[in-house]
């Protein structure tokens, strides 16, 4: 099924879970619902009248499902209906939500349409809608895999000021079998869960007393965390980029400049000083960086410069908002910017381009690419004047063409200041997550005026790109723990080896002291190793050394002192048998170097 037909049915489920609960709960007032990935939803007022307000919880999404199902079946084909402003008002007097919408369009100069569905049956239903439905409900929908899901709080078009209403949620897919593959990719991502998984391996953590969304990294999570950023460090130093440092606050006046004030005033973190001068904790990196590019004037012969630094951000979230390590307050970013002439651009984005493709293969994510344009009927949006935006877009077009590229078109997903090629990434279950990052600016660069001296010996306009690898280390950092289930390879695991000695029978101490001589030797060599010296019998210790998910455990018992040999046993790969120490060594440095 394509992505359009499986979008219509999608935007038709949500009509018809508008009108079964219309019919369930008549005083009711429906709001907007949209297709969204993997199913849809609809917003309702459920409070009028004020006296008898209804409260809707999971409970009753399995009556309002059953409803659907027995109104599908009169529902043949949506029919639209252009409506003058006046008619408009006077079908939703009482609907102030559709009201809204209703002068909305107005304003846009856009025709008002209307769509009814089951027309000349008691289950008929109209909405104000711009289409996009099935052709035939009646059998698509009927065909197609879908149920209720849950049910959550929704501020009115997103705004915290407004009213709350309730959100009911939906699967939809195209048939039944593609729904239960679904249903078993979300039991199996729940026992992956990172805010599980993080406690359970000892990563992070959250405190009351510190705040929702600031997280706390263990040694063993700030390890891992600086073998992934030491690793894009390593790939970018091959393309010559250079470590700066900036402070995490900043006088307003600099995102004033840069337009992000006008932009995030209201999501940023602020101080005043005792003098009263008014400071923002930083939300991104970019404007600093350009005061660094600014300390001098540059020749074209010094170019690019190309800055990079992992620093933590802050942004205002909300509390509903946030999400164990997915959205939080306090980010690090591995944030780089390349200072350049227009003339420097394309190898600039190519050299980006590769550090990607090395970073996330490494972890075998197959990379999808969206060219996130801005949206030419909404300019207000974005800085800069049209010509520059087609300019700067035409320019990733053609690298995305060059490189042969799966890419997409994503109208509206462009930066205020500059497009993007967006990295998607899908992991182990299927599930596609935007990572990577390329922005292309002409706009900071003017706003700076961030110049350099040409061949010429005049000022030239230089071109900013933004790249970040992992972008936020936190959230990328939840998608890897539920990429791999928590089992991490060699390389980046906290733990990479696991020392039992059998320690029974007349030798057990010589099996304790053995097994301590070999953590010595594989400790000095860098090999993160831990040995279990406790009293715990051998089962047991076999046993907590799986639930640490050590990609190695090294058995020391009578037959491997006879041998002078260790017993090997690999997490993912089951009994690797009797090995030398050197060859235990050998294949602990070699997996590591190449990080399989």
Same mark, same amino acid.
């Given at each position: 099924?394509?992505?359009?037909?499986?979008? =219509?049915?999608?935007?038709?489920?949500? %009509? !018809?879970?508008?009108?079964?609960? $219309?019919?369930?709960?008549?005083?009711?007032?429906?709001?907007?619902?949209?297709?969204?990935?993997?199913?849809?939803? @609809?917003?309702?007022?459920?409070?009028?009248?004020?006296?008898?307000? *209804?409260? *809707?919880?999971?409970?009753?999404?399995?009556?309002?499902?059953?409803?659907?199902?027995?109104?599908?079946?009169?529902? #043949?084909?949506?029919?639209? #209906?252009?409506?003058?402003?006046? +008619?408009?008002?006077?079908?939703?007097?009482?609907?102030?939500?559709? !009201?809204? !919408?209703?002068?909305?369009?107005?304003?846009?100069?856009?025709?008002?349409?209307?769509?009814?569905?089951?027309?000349?049956?008691?289950?008929?239903?109209?909405? !104000?809608?711009?289409?996009?439905?099935?052709? %035939?409900?009646? #059998?698509?929908?009927?065909?197609?895999?879908?149920?209720?899901?849950?049910?959550?709080?929704?501020?009115?078009?997103?705004?915290?000021?407004?009213?709350?209403?309730?959100?009911?949620?939906?699967?939809?897919?195209?048939?039944?079998?593609?729904?239960?593959?679904?249903?078993?990719?979300?039991?199996?991502?729940e026992k992956r869960d990172h805010k599980k998984l993080g406690r359970e391996l000892d990563l992070f953590t959250f405190s009351d007393l510190v705040g929702s969304g600031l997280p706390l990294w263990t040694p063993r999570g700030t390890m891992m965390r600086n073998l992934l950023d030491a690793y894009v460090w390593?790939?970018?130093?091959?393309?010559?980029?250079?470590?700066?440092?900036?402070?995490?606050?900043? #006088?307003?006046?600099?995102?004033?400049?840069?337009?992000?004030?006008?932009?995030?005033?209201?999501?940023?973190?602020?101080?005043?000083?005792?003098?009263?001068?008014? /400071?923002?904790?930083?939300?991104?990196?970019?404007?600093?960086?350009?005061?660094? @590019?600014?300390?001098?004037?540059?020749?074209?012969?010094?170019?690019?410069?190309?800055?990079?630094?992992?620093?933590?951000?802050?942004?205002?979230?909300?509390?509903?908002?946030?999400?164990?390590?997915?959205?939080?307050?306090?980010?690090?970013?591995?944030?780089? %910017?390349?200072?350049?002439?227009?003339?420097?651009?394309?190898?600039?984005?190519?050299?980006?381009?590769?550090?990607?493709?090395?970073?996330?293969?490494?972890?075998?994510?197959?990379?999808?690419?969206?060219?996130?344009?801005?949206?030419?009927?909404?300019?207000?949006?974005?800085?800069?004047?049209?010509?520059?935006?087609?300019?700067?877009?035409?320019?990733?077009?053609?690298?995305?063409?060059?490189?042969?590229?799966?890419?997409?078109?994503?109208?509206?997903?462009?930066? /205020?200041?500059?497009?993007?090629?967006?990295?998607?990434?899908?992991?182990?279950?299927?599930?596609?997550?935007?990572?990577?990052? *390329?922005?292309?600016?002409?706009? $900071?660069?003017?706003?700076?005026?961030?110049?350099?001296?040409?061949?010429?010996?005049?000022?030239?306009?230089?071109?900013?790109?933004?790249?970040?690898?992992?972008?936020?280390?936190?959230? /990328?950092?939840?998608?890897?723990?539920? =990429?791999?289930?928590?089992? /991490?390879?060699?390389?980046?695991?906290?733990?990479?080896?696991?020392?039992?000695?059998?320690?029974?029978?007349?030798?057990?101490?010589?099996?304790?002291?053995?097994?301590?001589?070999?953590? +010595?030797?594989?400790?000095?060599?860098?090999?993160?190793?831990?040995?279990?010296?406790?009293?715990?019998?051998?089962?047991?210790?076999?046993?907590?050394?799986?639930?640490?998910?050590?990609?190695?455990?090294?058995?020391?018992?009578?037959?491997?002192?006879?041998?002078?040999?260790?017993?090997l046993e690999s997490r993912d790969h089951g009994q690797v048998g009797q090995i030398s120490k050197d060859e235990l060594v050998a294949r602990l440095l070699k997996e590591t170097v190449e990080k399989k």
């Open positions: 099924m394509n992505n359009e037909k499986i979008a =219509h049915i999608r935007h038709s489920l949500a %009509h !018809l879970l508008a009108a079964a609960v $219309m019919e369930l709960y008549p005083e009711t007032l429906n709001t907007i619902g949209p297709a969204v990935d993997n199913g849809f939803y @609809y917003d309702f007022d459920f409070s009028r009248p004020a006296d008898s307000a *209804i409260s *809707i919880s999971d409970k009753e999404l399995t009556t309002i499902e059953k409803k659907m199902r027995a109104i599908v079946k009169d529902w #043949k084909s949506f029919e639209h #209906k252009t409506v003058t402003a006046d +008619e408009a008002r006077a079908i939703y007097k009482n609907n102030p939500y559709k !009201l809204e !919408l209703i002068e909305e369009i107005i304003a846009k100069g856009e025709l008002i349409t209307l769509y009814t569905v089951g027309a000349g049956t008691k289950n008929a239903f109209t909405d !104000l809608c711009r289409g996009g439905h099935s052709e %035939h409900p009646d #059998k698509d929908l009927t065909e197609a895999g879908w149920r209720l899901t849950r049910t959550a709080g929704a501020y009115w078009r997103g705004v915290a000021t407004n009213k709350m209403l309730t959100r009911i949620y939906g699967f939809a897919f195209e048939n039944k079998l593609a729904l239960n593959d679904y249903d078993t990719m979300l039991s199996e991502a390593e790939l970018r130093g091959k393309h010559g980029y250079e470590k700066v440092e900036i402070p995490h606050i900043t #006088k307003k006046e600099l995102y004033e400049k840069s337009g992000h004030w006008d932009k995030f005033k209201d999501e940023l973190f602020k101080i005043t000083t005792r003098e009263g001068h008014l /400071f923002a904790m930083k939300p991104m990196n970019c404007p600093h960086h350009t005061q660094i @590019y600014a300390r001098k004037k540059w020749s074209y012969r010094e170019l690019p410069q190309r800055y990079a630094n992992t620093t933590v951000c802050y942004r205002d979230e909300q509390s509903g908002e946030l999400s164990g390590l997915s959205r939080v307050r306090a980010f690090a970013q591995d944030d780089a %910017h390349v200072f350049c002439r227009p003339s420097q651009v394309k190898e600039e984005l190519l050299r980006v381009w590769d550090i990607v493709h090395a970073f996330y293969g490494t972890f075998g994510f197959v990379l999808k690419l969206r060219l996130s344009l801005h949206d030419p009927l909404e300019p207000e949006k974005y800085l800069g004047d049209p010509a520059r935006w087609l300019q700067t877009e035409n320019i990733l077009r053609e690298i995305a063409k060059e490189k042969g590229a799966d890419y997409f078109e994503g109208i509206g997903e462009a930066a /205020f200041y500059g497009p993007k090629l967006d990295f998607m990434a899908n992991d182990s279950l299927g599930r596609q997550w935007q990572v990577a990052t *390329i922005q292309l600016d002409m706009n $900071m660069p003017e706003r700076f005026e961030l110049e350099c001296t040409n061949e010429e010996g005049t000022s030239e306009r230089i071109v900013m790109i933004h790249a970040a690898i992992m972008g936020s280390i936190e959230r /990328f950092f939840s998608i890897l723990i539920e =990429h791999y289930g928590g089992n /991490f390879p060699l390389w980046l695991a906290p733990e990479q080896v696991v020392i039992i000695p059998v320690g029974a029978g007349d030798n057990a101490d010589r099996h304790h002291k053995e097994a301590a001589l070999l953590y +010595e030797h594989l400790h000095g060599l860098g090999i993160r190793v831990r040995v279990d010296l406790s009293d715990a019998g051998f089962g047991k210790k076999i046993r907590t050394a799986k639930t640490s998910r050590a990609p190695y455990f090294v058995i020391i018992g009578d037959k491997d002192l006879e041998a002078g040999k260790i017993t």
